[in-house]
Every structure is written in C-alpha cells, then in structure tokens.
C-alpha cells in the first residue's frame, strides 16, 4: 500500500533529524575551500587591474558581508527554516504538488529559486526604493570576490518577504533551501571574481552557469551594460529573457554618478540608500557614463584590459 503524505512527510522529517553530523559541516568547509581557491586564482589569473586602494577596500566590504550575514543568521535564517520544515510536512507549495520524487521535486525548487532570484534582481534595479539598497553594491569601483560581500544589511531585511514568499509558494523544502543557498553562495563568489578564465572555456561555462564575464559587464557604469546578465545561478534566464550579453560598452567599473572613492567608504556607503534624493546612476555631469578602454574585448596579454 502507498504510504500516506502525512507517514512520508514524517519519514522525511526523521531521515533529516537523523542525518549525520558531517553533512552539516562539509558545505561551509566545502565553501571555506572554495573562497581561499578562488583569492589564489584571483591573484595568479586577475581579468581587470584594481584601482582602489587595499586592503581598505576589501576589508569595507568584509565589514558589510558580516553585517549582512548577522542579519540572514539572526532574521532569514529561522524563517526560511520554519517555512521549509511547513512546505515538507504540510506538503504546502507548487513542487509539493507535484507527482515527482522527492529529489526531483527538490531540484524543481532549486531551479524556482533560481529564476525568482533573477526576478529579484531585475526588480532591485528596477524598483526606486529597492535600487536605493542594491546601489550600494554597485557603486564598488573594482569588482571582485569581496564586491559579493558588499550588500546593505538593511537590503537583506528588505528582502526577507520576498524570500519568504519564495519558499511559501515554491514549497521548498529544508533540503532545497540548503541546496540553493549553497549554489546560490559559491555562484556569487565565483562570477564577482575578479578572474580571467581561458575564454573558449568560459564562453562554453556561460551557457549554464553565470561567469566572471558575465556579471562583470553588469556592473559596468554603463546603463545598457548593467541592464543585461541579471542571472545570479544559472545563466540561461537571461538568455530566455534576451537580457545576456557578452560584450560590454564600457570598461569602467561602478556606477556612473557615483565616482568618487570617498562614496564607497563605510560610512557613507550605509547612509547612502537613507539620503533624501539619489543622483540619477546612469548620467554624469557630460551627460554619458565613464570611459575607459575597451576592457572586455581587449586581447588578455595586456594586465589592465580584459577579454
Ligand atoms: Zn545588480
């Protein structure tokens, strides 16, 4: 006889319970791992040359990372929790519906997760009051693993609805939620990077996961550039959406309004999204957004351009 959703759900819960204790710490070990590989590799193999002071620089947006992570540990974490133990026992959510196996229902809601955080990232430019949060992160005049650190702590608490609908509506489940916030880490940190990969290799790459390339030209301080690459997982959103882009218009990292060093301080940066009145981003005093050479199309023998 099949076994009843209330008998599953409770197997399920107990199978989680009953885990052992290495799985829980394999991933953030498996992350710390990854974080140290990816500093080596930024500096043996970097696509864009810094032009900001360090360690100062890192260390702001480390500062901010710890800020913004207090706030996912004290506040999103436990919701998420509670909403996914709900979506697994309650069978409450889309993929819970779903006539599938559990690992395959799990998948599905890792790949939702996936395309509603685009949707997020699209809305964060989009939306006034939420581009006053994510402009804190553009506004970083170089770009590297530490830049995916660099979010308004505030900006995680603004998210914090929107994340819990996610996890509602998709039904997804504790073991989902673990599996993308993994993904979700290591992807941030991978295409942040400051970090030239062998470019048939990552145009290849870049047909399923979103590169260093890629999210480079979004953060350009050209409006056309940034309006592209929105994909924070997996890349082929943007290309059903028409928003990937490979080339960039300018080289110039940041945000256009936004180029003075002083700006992207710690201070600064965490009044910034509470001033009464924003510069408008995509315009400068000569009406166009910052030159500089042609970094992305640039042959990669030269340090201070990029392919
Ligand atoms: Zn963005």
Redesign the pocket.
């Known amino acids: 006889m099949a076994p009843s959703i209330a008998s599953t759900a409770q197997a399920r819960s107990a199978s989680w319970r009953g885990r052992p204790p290495w799985r829980d710490r394999a991933l953030p070990l498996l992350l710390a791992a990854g974080v140290v590989g990816l500093v080596i590799a930024e500096r043996s193999k970097p696509r864009r040359i810094q032009t900001q002071s360090e360690p100062g620089r890192s260390l702001r947006n480390l500062a901010m990372g710890a800020m913004s992570m207090a706030v996912v540990a004290a506040l999103e974490a436990p919701v998420a929790q509670r909403l996914a133990t709900r979506s697994e026992t309650g069978r409450r959510g889309l993929v819970q519906h779903l006539p599938v196996p559990d690992w395959m229902a799990d998948a599905l809601a890792v790949l939702a997760m996936d395309y509603t955080i685009y949707v997020w990232?699209v809305l964060?430019?989009k939306v006034p009051v939420l581009w006053r949060f994510?402009l804190v992160?553009?506004i970083d005049l170089d770009l590297d693993a530490s830049t995916a650190l660099r979010f308004h702590a505030a900006d995680m608490l603004i998210s914090l609805p929107y994340r819990a609908a996610q996890i509602a509506l998709i039904g997804t489940s504790r073991r989902a939620w673990r599996l993308w916030q993994g993904f979700f880490f290591a992807s941030i940190l991978f295409h942040h990077a400051n970090l030239r990969l062998p470019a048939g290799f990552e145009r290849r790459l870049a047909w399923v996961l979103t590169t260093p390339r890629m999210h480079g030209i979004?953060h350009t301080a050209r409006r056309v550039d940034?309006d592209a690459n929105?994909s924070s997982g997996l890349s082929f959103w943007d290309r059903l959406h028409g928003t990937f882009r490979w080339e960039a218009s300018g080289t110039a990292i940041g945000v256009a309004a936004y180029r003075d060093p002083s700006e992207t301080r710690l201070r600064p940066s965490l009044i910034l999204p509470f001033r009464r009145r924003l510069r408008d981003a995509w315009t400068t005093a000569d009406g166009g957004g910052p030159q500089a050479p042609a970094a992305h199309v640039a042959p990669p023998k030269t340090q201070n351009r990029e392919q």
């Open positions: 990232h964060t430019h994510h992160h553009h979004h940034t929105w």
